[in-house]
Structure formats: structure tokens, C-alpha cells
């Protein structure tokens, strides 16, 4: 693979003394090096002086477009306080990030977006409480947003939402380079049916850093899902599906969320975002509460995506057709009643993550804490072979995820 046409300021920022591989030429040296998994170089770049400078270097991930693998990020809960992980399934390798800025007045943020966006992890808006508000146990949404920066391994604050929000729909833009956002509100795990809701929509510029508002949503609308459909290799479409509304009582004292069963489309454009359309319900009264977990399967020739959910232990592919979800399959272990799951798509493959707390006796000298986490089990799903596969590891947490709060996103590395 050639360097780009600046190649002699992008060529390799090491001096001519030091080498990468001895014998080897250093252009040769760093494509062998590129072949590694990403998963492991915070453990190789200590080796000297010229790997370190090397592995820190934008050479590296332009030399790695030949060998993108998806690693997975997972915030198992507060990021100004608790470190994410980058796990990577083919190596069950596991790579801790460092905790996002700790502002000494904010705690237990939740409920908020992490997208990647070519070599960057996002991390946007969420609900938090706050010292300085009134009353204390109301949580507060946030306008925040964040970026993390795989070359310099380190966050960066950027421009903030122009409305806070916490669950609410989010999705990139990776050919105009920019992230777009729907609804929400103040949404805290420890409220299920607190807070507000809201209906504004913005669009986030990364070259600019600037954030634009966009026509807001029919209705309010939070605790959705948004990604974008494309076709013919353009970005046509943004869905946002799901969520909740207005809530009722029960027996008048009790707050219960009203779910929608329905989704809304609208049409990306170069210079602004169109009118959205109303889709109707894709499901029939009865038939489940609300929406479950939802993934995205991009086309590979540049079609239209495969969408997903998990209902339970049943994966239901969106006909976009009829408007209705058809089962597609079931997962084959299932979980005890009431665990949670985790649901993501990596190498265009499904993957149904719990945890099992099941002990191995052959383990004798598992840590205390390894115990207490337990153990990952992904079930692997083919949506073209139509096959499953699992596999299993340890994860680096003290205390076993809560899928049901732990938030993750993919990124290709």
C-alpha cells in the first residue's frame, strides 16, 4: 500500500538511527507492524523508543486501512469516574481507556450516547445529578460532549449540545463527517419515569465543532433509537424508532412511561436536514411493551442495512416493507429470567452478550474479584450463514456488567 502524496510529512516520525525491525527497511518494517491487533499496543509500545513513536503515530492508522478490525468499547458505568474498556472479540483482548474529565460537581452520569466517528469514540450528552441544583435528587440532563483521541490517548471537551438531553437517538455521518441527535431528556436510571422530555434534533459539524439545529420531531420523544439508512453509497435516511412519551399513572400515584410502537424518517440533505415522516406502528397491541435492543448490519455492496432487534431471547430482523418485525431466530442459551443482554454488531456478525456467574473448578486461582464479575458469554450469530458460534472471557470489572445501564459502541481500529 503506497503513502499518501505528502509522504514526507507523513512518513514515519522516527530518526534515522533508531529502526522498527532490525534488517528490515523502516516503510517495510512498519506494514509488518500494522498486522498486529490494535487490542495489544499499549503493551508493545514500551518495547523503545522507535515502536513507541511508531504505534503513537496517524502513519500507523492509515497503514491499518488494509486491516480495520472492530473492537468494542464498553462503559460499564460513570466515565468521569470508572475507565471504559476496549474489548477485542477475535483476540479476547481487553484495553483499559483512561476516565473522561472529572468536573468535582457532577456524579453518577447515565443514559448518555457513545458513537465512534472514524478513529474517534464520542461520548454526548446523558443524565446526571448535580451538587449545585435544587432539589438534590433530581437528575439534570447534559449538553456535554466529548471526544476521545486514539493517537494522542486523550479526551478532548468539545462545543456543547445547544439542549441537553439524556436517551435520545443518535447516529453518524461518516461521508459528511458530522453526528446528528434527536430527543430525550433528563432520563436517570434511578427515575424510570422522571425527567423531561424533549423533540429538538441538531447536527454536529466536526471540522467546525458547532452544533446546528435541525427541525425537531413530531412529538417529544426519548429513550429511542436513531441510525441512518443509506442506499446506491449515500446517507438518504435518519430513523428514530421507539422511545416513550407522556406518561400515565397508576391508581394515580404510580408514573408509567407510554411507549410508542411506531418510527419517524427524515431525509438527509448536503446543506440541512429535510421534513420528517410519520411511520406507523410496526407491531400490534399486544404483542410486546416496547421496542427492544436494536443493531445495524451495514450492506457491503452499499444496499440498504439489515435492522435487528433482541426481544427477549428472539432476534427480529425490521422489514422495512411492511413495516413489522419477522423472527429471524432465537438465541440458543438462554438466560436466566430477567438478565440482562448486551446487543452489537462486530464484523457484520450479532452478538448477544450476558453474564454467567457459573464457577469453574479447574480455576483455582481466579482472583476474588474475577468472581464477582463473572464470566462474558457471547453467542455470535451469522445474519447470511445463519449460524451461531460463542465464545467466552473474563472481563477486567469488579462488579458483572449491568447491560440494562452499561453503554457501548463499536469502532474500527
Not at 487490542?39 to 492508522?61: A, G, V
Not at 483512561?98 to 465512534?116: A, K, R
Not at 431528556?185 to 454536529?204: D, K, N, P, W
Not at 410502537?261 to 407491531?283: P, Q, R, S
Amino acid at each position: 500500500m503506497p503513502l499518501p502524496p505528502s509522504s514526507s510529512t507523513f512518513l514515519l516520525a522516527i530518526d534515522e538511527a533508531l529502526t522498527l525491525l532490525p534488517g528490515l527497511p523502516n516503510d517495510v518494517a512498519a506494514h509488518i507492524l500494522s498486522f498486529l491487533p490494535y487490542s495489544h499496543y499499549c503493551r508493545l509500545k514500551p518495547t523503545c523508543k522507535s515502536w513507541y513513536i511508531f504505534l503513537s503515530s496517524q502513519t500507523l492508522l492509515y497503514l491499518r486501512r488494509h486491516c480495520l478490525s472492530h473492537l468494542l468499547c464498553i462503559f460499564p458505568e460513570d466515565p468521569h469516574i470508572s475507565s471504559p474498556f476496549l474489548f477485542d472479540p477475535e483476540n479476547l483482548a481487553w484495553r483499559p481507556l483512561p476516565p473522561m474529565p472529572c468536573n468535582p460537581h457532577e456524579y453518577g452520569l447515565c443514559n448518555f450516547t457513545s458513537i465512534s466517528l472514524g478513529p474517534h469514540i464520542y461520548v454526548l450528552g446523558g443524565s446526571l445529578f448535580d451538587t449545585r441544583s435544587f432539589p438534590l435528587d433530581r437528575p439534570s440532563p447534559s449538553s456535554s460532549a466529548f471526544r476521545y483521541n486514539f493517537l494522542t490517548s486523550s479526551w478532548d471537551r468539545l462545543a456543547p449540545m445547544l439542549s441537553p438531553r439524556g436517551s435520545f437517538a443518535c447516529a453518524a455521518i461518516p461521508r459528511s463527517d458530522q453526528i446528528i441527535v434527536a430527543g430525550g431528556g433528563s432520563r436517570h436510571t434511578m427515575f424510570r419515569a422522571a425527567g423531561s422530555r424533549i423533540c429538538s434534533v441538531e447536527r454536529y459539524d466536526v471540522e467546525r465543532d458547532e452544533w446546528e439545529a435541525l427541525d425537531g420531531l413530531p412529538r417529544f420523544r426519548a429513550g429511542c433509537v436513531g441510525f441512518t439508512v443509506s442506499g446506491d453509497g449515500k446517507e438518504k435516511e435518519f430513523w428514530v424508532m421507539g422511545g416513550y412519551g407522556e406518561s400515565r399513572t397508576l391508581s394515580g400515584v404510580f408514573p408509567v412511561d407510554e411507549y410508542y410502537k411506531d418510527a419517524v424518517v427524515m431525509e438527509l440533505k448536503e446543506n440541512g436536514g429535510g421534513k420528517w415522516t410519520e411511520i406507523g406502528d410496526m407491531w400490534e397491541e399486544g404483542e410486546r411493551p416496547r421496542l427492544g435492543k436494536i443493531v445495524v448490519v451495514e450492506d457491503e455492496e452499499g444496499g440498504r442495512p439489515a435492522i435487528f432487534m433482541l426481544d427477549d431471547n428472539d432476534i427480529l430482523r425490521y422489514n422495512m416493507a411492511l413495516n413489522c418485525w419477522q423472527k429471524e431466530s432465537s438465541v440458543p442459551r438462554r438466560a436466566p429470567y430477567k438478565s440482562s443482554f448486551g446487543f452489537v454488531v462486530l464484523n457484520g456478525e450479532l452478538h448477544v452478550m450476558t453474564i454467567v456467574n457459573g464457577i469453574d473448578s479447574t480455576d483455582t486461582r481466579r482472583s476474588r474479584q474475577q468472581k464477582r464479575a463473572g464470566t462474558l458469554f457471547i453467542q455470535i450469530y451469522h445474519p447470511r450463514k445463519k449460524t451461531w458460534r460463542s465464545l467466552v472471557t473474563k472481563p477486567p470489572f469488579q462488579q458483572p456488567l449491568d447491560f440494562s445501564s452499561t453503554v457501548m459502541c463499536t469502532i474500527r481500529l
